[in-house]
């Protein structure tokens, strides 16, 4: 096979492997489909010897030696199809690191698990090699022990972490599949990829002046490291900001609001906590930005800086928020480059702890925040607490109650805003107690979150991760326990975006997903369309909702071209699957679309459902019944929706299906449910084959 090199793009080096999209949709099934490609990566790896590899991912004992792994007949490795698409995601490697990833072979049923080979030497097994370095391996391994029925599918890891590598050196990956009964396919397409040269300038922040003693207002000695160490470096690896872990000084640096550049590595190290400040005035809201291009807000739309920052200089909050909008910015490719990266946290300092440490199902502590909202920010709020009285102070009286609403939703930090940002990668950080929202993308391309833990349940708006019109999507090995959706998405609302750019290109896999509104979410904002996401081997427990797409009529677009596959669903207390237009929480102070929004070719297979509670239809499907005279659209409906290889057991309450046209539902088990099950109504051209519970 010809071997895959990489290329040099867009100031990093990348595989060049487009995306292949034809023939996804509506084609899912069975373990038989060809999903589209990931972004393309960066193509980059070395290596110490074979051994030293091996002892680095300490997988080939779990895996079988060399030798046994070899011992594959020629007959076996003819039937077991090799993985595809081997390659690096975006800026996933660094001197002594490199992390793989691979696709799913076309046909992959009875494949339960891959091997990784260094120059025809074994490094290990992707399932070993998980459990040391991704943070949801472990409840991955745990949902499987606990499923002593074998209900729910199987999850199987597609991606490895190679580490103890030498710098600006050139090795030969391959992976092999290996089948039920412990046989190897033939070798993968080789991936020849380059680990980057050493860090050309290291700041260490405590070298710098930084302390960190929990008390100590570092934002301008960090900001200045930032700055010194960014001025000309050519690459992400020209410059390194080191938060330490071991520094005498301590280990938690507290920080306002931080700009990060182009070309550069954060690296938060092991031990270390990048704490925000509590103080509004250390987030100054004339640095911050404004979300949208439409007005989101009845009294001011100004959103301060979050605590990590992308924000173009040349558009900051202007002074006179409500009759224009300075601090709003679509512009792509301001930034590029960037890595934030390390084993220590992020904590936004946003709200007090309950006091509480909750013990999770396989037995790890997790942090407990008091239910947060609008309606005790002053009295459990820490950071919200202070910028939302600094906005009462600037207005010069009380809140009315609409104000305290609207200023109370603007003026909170975020953990993290990067906008316009080409060849962005968060990795390995915890990331803690946000004001607001987790780590937002907007309008950004190769785009990578991995190996993170988002630990912000039961906080108010704080999603793990949002992608706003952003493209080049890769998201797994994360561990999500949130108080608000997990991955959410969005693409803007009303005429204004339709023509706008759309989130799109995702790839979302290994990752598990505890707690959170919803696991993965579009919407509800939808007007330049989300489309073309693979979701596939997550593990949704304990969710309000799984696969949750909502949105308004007068929004417009929709979702398309989304394919949710051999992801195993349990304990859900609203909808295992949901496509509504009827979403209210939203603002309307937009021009509405010039056509009614709409989701359309879904692809659901191989999916295990177990236990929904009786908060919610496990299928709720509505689309608009064209009965509002102002909004003039006709009746609509979702359209060519693939249910088919889905086990559904323990449902409390039946479907709620309408407006729901063109689609279909094969292979579809209900067991121990609801009476009466399919509810459907005004849904032409449904297909329902070997469907049980009818």
Partial sequence: MRAIRGVLAGGQIRTAMPWILAGLVGACGGGNQ????????????????????????????????????????????????????????TLAYDDSHIELVWKKPEVYADIVDYRVYLNGSLLGSASANALQHSPAASYIKGFREADTANFHVSVRHHAFSVSGLKADTEYRFTVRSVNSKGEESADSAPLLARTAPAFAKTVNVAAAGAKGDGATLNTAVIQQAIDDCARGSGSAYGCRVLIPGDDASGKV??????????????EIAAGATLQASSNAADFPLEKGYQ???????????????????????????????????????????????????????????????????????????LPNFLNSGVKNWNAYGLLVRSQVLAAQTALGRAFTSTEETEYYNQRRSSLATFRGVKNILLSGLTLLNP????????????????????????????????????SGITVYNNF???????????????????????AEQAWIFNNYMREGHGAVVAGSHTAAWIQDFLVEDNVMYHTDNGLRMKS???????????????????????NAFIMTL????????????????????????????????????????????????????????????????????????????????????????????????????????LVFTNVTGK
Avoid at 60 to 81: D, K, M, P, R, V
Avoid at 440 to 467: C, H, P, Q, R
């Fill in 582 to 685: 009827a979403y209210s929480a939203v603002t309307t102070q937009y021009s509405k679309a010039s056509a009614v929004a709409q989701f359309r070719d879904i692809t659901i297979s191989n999916i295990s459902l177990d236990n929904i509670s009786a908060g919610g239809a496990p299928i709720l499907v509505d689309a608009y019944a064209g009965t509002d005279a102002s909004l003039g659209y006709p009746e609509t409906f979702h359209e060519n929706v693939v249910f088919r290889g889905v086990k559904i057991a323990n449902a409390k309450t039946a479907t709620k299906i309408s407006r729901l046209a063109r689609s279909s539902f094969t292979d579809v088990s209900v067991t121990n449910s609801a009476s009466g099950f399919w509810v459907v109504s005004d849904s032409p051209a």
């Fill in 291 to 365: 979300l949208y291009s439409f007005f989101n807000s009845s009294v001011d739309d100004r959103r301060p800086p979050s605590v990590l920052n992308l924000l173009s200089d040349a558009h900051r909050n202007g002074a006179a928020a409500l009759t224009d909008h300075q601090g709003y910015d679509d512009t792509r490719n301001v930034f590029s480059n960037v890595r934030i990266v390390g084993q220590g946290a992020i904590d936004g300092s946003g709200w007090v702890r309950d006091g509480v440490t909750l013990t999770d199902e396989i037995g790890n502590k």
């Fill in 253 to 266: 640096f507290v920080t306002g609001a931080l700009f990060l550049r182009s070309n550069m590595t954060l």
């Fill in 435 to 470: 004001a607001n929202h987790g780590p937002m993308f907007l309008e950004s391309e190769n785009v990578v979150l991995a190996g993170t833990a988002s630990k912000t349940y039961d906080i108010n708006n704080a999603d793990g991760v949002e992608f706003g019109s952003s």
């Fill in 34 to 89: 060809v999903s589209p490609e990931v972004p393309a990566g960066s193509s980059s790896a070395s290596s110490a010897s074979a051994s030293s590899q091996a002892a680095s991912s300490s997988a080939a004992s779990s895996a079988g030696s060399s030798a046994a792994a070899s011992s594959s007949t020629a007959s076996s490795a003819a039937t077991i199809l090799p993985p595809v698409a081997l390659q690096v995601p």
């Fill in 552 to 574: 308004q009529p007068q929004t417009g677009g929709g979702a398309r071209r989304i394919v949710f596959r051999d992801n195993a669903m349990k304990d859900m207390s609203t």
């Fill in 480 to 502: 999500f326990d949130t108080g608000d959706d997990c991955v959410n998405f969005a693409a803007g609302q009303g005429s204004d975006y339709e023509a706008g750019h759309p």
